[in-house]
C-alpha cells in the first residue's frame, strides 16, 4: 500500500523553505546596509585659516610646476619672498593637516586627499619642509596655494580658502610677505604697504554698470577692499 505525506507535513515543509528564503534575504541586506557607510565615505578635514596656514608655513614663494600627479608635483622656483630658502628644484608630496576621515578604505586610493596643482601653471606656495630637504608639504589639498592666470591676476586667500579674490600679483606679494613677516615676527611691513591700504580704502566700492560687466563673475568687485582689511 502506497504511503502518502499528510498535508501538515507539506505545509511545515513550505513554510521551512519560505523561512530560509527569508533569513538569506534579510542576511544580504544587512550586509548591504553596512557596506553603504563605506562606499558613501569622504574626506573630510578641518579646513586651515590662512592665517594658520601662514604661522605653520616654513616659506613663501612663487613657483612653475614642472610635473603634477594627485601623488607628487615637482616645481621650479620662480623668486622666493619670504622664509626659508627652498632648493632650486622641489618635490610637493603630501600635507600636514590630518584628515579626520577619507574617502578610501586602507590601502585604496583616495581621490579627494590628493595634490590639485596642475602642470604648467605657475602657483604661490606656503610650504612646510620635511624631513628631506627636497621634500615639502601644502596645508591641505584646497589650502597653501595661490594660482596665478594668464592676465596675471592670483586667486588669493586672506581668510579662508573658501574665501578667494582675485588680485594682481604685485599687490598680492605686497600684502603677503607683509602677513608672513608679521605672524612670523622677522620684520615690520613697510610703509608702501600702509600707503596702498589707505589708497584702496579711499576708493568707491561699487562699481560702475560698465565695469561690473567688464568683470562680469570671475572677480567680485569689493577684492581689493576685502584684502586691504583682512591685511
Not at 5 to 32: D, H, N, Q, W
Not at 82 to 89: I, L
Not at 171 to 189: D, N, V
Request: glycine residues 4%.
Amino acid at each position: 500500500m502506497a504511503k502518502h505525506s499528510s498535508p501538515s507535513r507539506g505545509t511545515e515543509v513550505a513554510i521551512g523553505a519560505r523561512f530560509l528564503r527569508t533569513t538569506i534575504a534579510k542576511f544580504f541586506l544587512v550586509v548591504m546596509l553596512i557596506q553603504i557607510p563605506s562606499l558613501l565615505l569622504g574626506a573630510v578635514w578641518n579646513e586651515p585659516r590662512h592665517k594658520q596656514v601662514v604661522t605653520e608655513a616654513d616659506t613663501l614663494g612663487l613657483f612653475q610646476i614642472e610635473s603634477a600627479s594627485p601623488l607628487k608635483s615637482i616645481a621650479r622656483k620662480v623668486r622666493h619672498l619670504a622664509g626659508s630658502e627652498t632648493p632650486d628644484t622641489i618635490e610637493i608630496n603630501s600635507f600636514y593637516t590630518d584628515p579626520s576621515s577619507l574617502s578610501a578604505r586602507i590601502g585604496t586610493y583616495d581621490d579627494e586627499w590628493t595634490l590639485h596643482l596642475k602642470a604648467s601653471r605657475k602657483y604661490y606656495l606656503f610650504l612646510k619642509g620635511s624631513h628631506d630637504a627636497n621634500s615639502w608639504r601644502l596645508a591641505s589639498p584646497t589650502a597653501g596655494f595661490a594660482e596665478v592666470g594668464d592676465d596675471g591676476m592670483v586667486s588669493a586667500t586672506f581668510r579662508i580658502s573658501l574665501h578667494r579674490a582675485l588680485l594682481d600679483s604685485s599687490a598680492y606679494e605686497l600684502l603677503q610677505i607683509c602677513i608672513f613677516e608679521k605672524l612670523h615676527s622677522t620684520s615690520t611691513c613697510s610703509s608702501e604697504v600702509y600707503k596702498y591700504i589707505d589708497e584702496q580704502l579711499s576708493k568707491d566700492p561699487r562699481p560702475s554698470i560698465q565695469t561690473r560687466q567688464k568683470r562680469k563673475a570671475d572677480h567680485f568687485s569689493i577684492s581689493t577692499r576685502h584684502s586691504k582689511l583682512r591685511t
